[in-house]
């Protein structure tokens, strides 16, 4: 054979046999994720062939046209695969779904392709949990505090008003320990708020939200930190209790003066008779 046969030869295989390719996928437990086979959308597919475990079982099949999905246990009433494409999707999945998954593909015009798909499965991000901390109205003028908190590593957290706002807000620097963010505000007139905290975490991102309702109802305090000072009946008596016994070691230490600057002297309470009965013999 000629040396420009042989050249001929190999462009021809290496249009009719491509290399494989490796593909990572992350996905969220609990929700679908799709396996892209890697074939271009100009490709008309005569054979797609899924499989797992160093392609020893085959989970999906394209062939003659038809679909086929084996009843693998793992991956039970779970798959679906798309024809056109190639591409494999697997609903609600678990953590024990991260494997590689291998496909391989086969044109009309015989040209072949395997893709080896790396996937990983994550927990989904779960809504942050928002406590008020304080929450206070002064001549018109509501003061509220709110705490947001998220739950796992590396997530970062963001306050927002909902809609119009006609107040002013800040939010303080993130805590990177508990993934914790604090807001305050402050609103002009007894109106209802919405504020949304969002939690960001790769590619995941989930907001909670609370309404704030500013009224006259509302004047007891909830938290007794920074604007809002409580009292309960308990520190009143502790109060009340320990200016009594400072008065009265006051009086007793000073007692001279004290009687000195009465002008009647010391009171004079009445004398009491002890009555002894007597026993008749």
């Keep these: 054979m000629s040396l420009c046969g042989i050249v001929l030869l190999c462009v021809v295989c290496i249009h009719q046999v491509l290399a494989n390719e490796d593909v990572y996928i992350f996905g969220y437990s609990g929700q679908s994720v799709v396996l892209e086979s890697g074939a271009d959308r100009s490709w008309k597919l005569t054979r797609v062939q899924w499989s797992i475990y160093q392609n020893t079982t085959f989970i999906a099949s394209l062939k003659e046209g038809q679909v086929i999905i084996y009843k693998f246990w793992r991956h039970q009433g779970r798959l679906q695969l798309d024809p056109s494409t190639g591409d494999l999707t697997i609903f609600n999945v678990t953590v024990d779904d991260g494997m590689i998954y291998n496909v391989a593909l086969v044109t009309s015009d015989h040209t072949r392709k395997q893709v080896k798909v790396h996937l990983s499965i994550q927990e989904p991000l779960q809504k942050p949990v928002i406590k008020k901390m304080l929450h206070s109205l002064n001549d018109s003028q509501c003061c509220v505090g709110l705490e947001c908190t998220a739950s796992g590593q590396s997530v970062s957290l963001s306050w927002m008003p909902d809609g119009e706002f ?116």
């Design 166 to 281: 006609n107040g002013s807000y800040i939010s303080g620097i993130p805590n990177s320990v508990d993934s914790s963010l604090v807001l305050f505000a402050s609103i002009n007139g007894k109106i209802s708020v919405t504020f949304n905290c969002t939690a960001s975490s790769d590619q995941q991102t989930v907001t909670r939200q609370i309404t704030v309702q500013c009224s006259e109802e509302k004047l007891m305090c909830e938290v007794c930190i920074i604007f809002c000072s409580c009292v309960s009946s308990v520190m009143l008596s502790i109060v009340f209790t320990a200016a009594v016994v400072l008065f009265l070691a006051y009086a007793f230490k000073n007692k001279d003066t004290i009687f000195a600057a009465c002008p009647e002297g010391l009171l004079k309470f009445p004398t009491i008779y002890t009555v002894t009965p007597r026993t008749e013999t």
